[in-house]
């Protein structure tokens, strides 16, 4: 992103404020928000390892939720970092470049994280819809391909926003009532004309919004409908329940989501504190669920944590218990002054 080019303010820094109104309790709320970062990057890596290790758990559906737990893990990083320097040290400033930079990944990932969820909908709808047609229309290969035109998707749509901007003068005023450099709090630090930037952004917010959510819709009604044909209550039973925990997951984002927009636009009455703690939630509430639901919701997944788990405590257990009965032999040894250490470094050996 290095390249963009500031023509009116290349060496200008913008100020950070964190969340007006609440500057006494930074402390506070900055333990919420180092919590739930450590949660959703051990949550989302516990994910990427188990599923990375498991040649079992290597098929469409699972490669779909390690797409997911990557834009879950980029999500928070870019943001939470410079809140929590903020919030403890006080690093408020952030350059014009820096400001961009981060606008144009957290917008990305955003987009990259819907359309995930698009294709893990369509993944369910061929799952229940299609079942012996389900691995030749989704394959491995297919999800890859999807997955990077997804990522070309976003880039490709997000990429005019921070060119837009760059072009524009900023006012003297820098200040940004934020932790965060999101598209519509750029747009007030900008004195000149960002009519286009303007209908730029509210067009593709309707674009990305309006037809991921139209199509993810589609495909759970064809689900729904699919599924109450199924005479059998037990397969009735199934079929549901491969589609709960997608249900969970998009809840958990365009929820926030939702809230997010409408205070924006109708909330004028609202402290601007909670339009920002809104925005925060946004961006560290779902990377923390995700992998939450998907263990607790998914048997398989489930299952596989929990052997990793048990085996990595198990082996501690079995390397403490060694060292310990070695410990106990040596102890007990008797033997001639400056042979103890050849014979403990003989047995450490094997």
Not at 44 to 72: H, I, R
Not at 114 to 142: E, K
């Amino acid at each position: 992103m290095a390249p963009f080019n500031f023509t009116h303010s290349d060496a200008s820094t913008f100020i950070l404020m964190g969340i007006p109104g609440l500057e006494a309790a930074h402390i506070w709320i900055s333990i919420p928000f180092f919590t739930f970062y450590i949660i959703s990057l051990l949550g989302n890596f516990m994910v990427l390892c188990v599923v990375g290790k498991e040649q079992t758990l290597q098929k469409p559906m699972y490669l779909l939720l390690c797409m997911l737990a990557l834009t879950d893990i980029a999500t928070p990083t870019f943001v939470v970092p410079k809140a929590l320097g903020i919030f403890w040290f006080n690093l408020k400033g952030i350059t014009v470049t820096g400001c961009l930079t981060q606008m144009f990944f957290l917008h990305t990932i955003s987009v990259m994280h819907s359309s995930t969820l698009v294709t893990m909908a369509f993944d369910r709808y061929v799952a229940v819809c299609n079942p012996l047609r389900y691995a030749t229309i989704l394959s491995n290969a297919q999800i890859a391909k999807l997955g990077l035109a997804g990522l070309i998707r976003a880039v490709l749509f997000i990429l005019p926003l921070p060119l837009l901007l760059s072009q524009q003068p900023f006012c003297a005023n820098r200040i940004i009532p934020h932790t965060q450099c999101e598209h519509i709090a750029l747009e007030k630090m900008v004195c000149g004309h960002i009519r286009v930037s303007r209908i730029y952004g509210s067009v593709l917010m309707f674009i990305i919004i309006g037809f991921d959510l139209m199509f993810i819709a589609l495909s759970y009604g064809l689900i729904i409908r699919a599924v109450l044909r199924i005479s059998s209550h037990k397969a009735h039973q199934k079929a549901l329940n491969t589609c709960t925990t997608h249900i969970c997951v998009m809840l958990t984002y365009y929820t926030p989501t939702f809230f997010s927009i409408l205070t924006h636009h109708f909330g004028q009455g609202i402290a601007p504190y909670v339009h920002i703690i809104l925005a925060d939630l946004y961006l560290l509430i779902p990377p923390m669920l995700n992998p939450i639901i998907y263990g607790v919701k998914t048997k398989e997944l489930r299952d596989k944590v929990v052997k990793y788990t048990c085996r990595s405590s198990a082996d501690t257990k079995f390397t403490q218990s060694s060292a310990d009965t070695r410990d106990d032999i040596f102890s007990g040894l008797q033997c001639p002054s400056g042979n103890c250490q050849i014979v403990r470094e003989h047995v450490n050996q094997h």
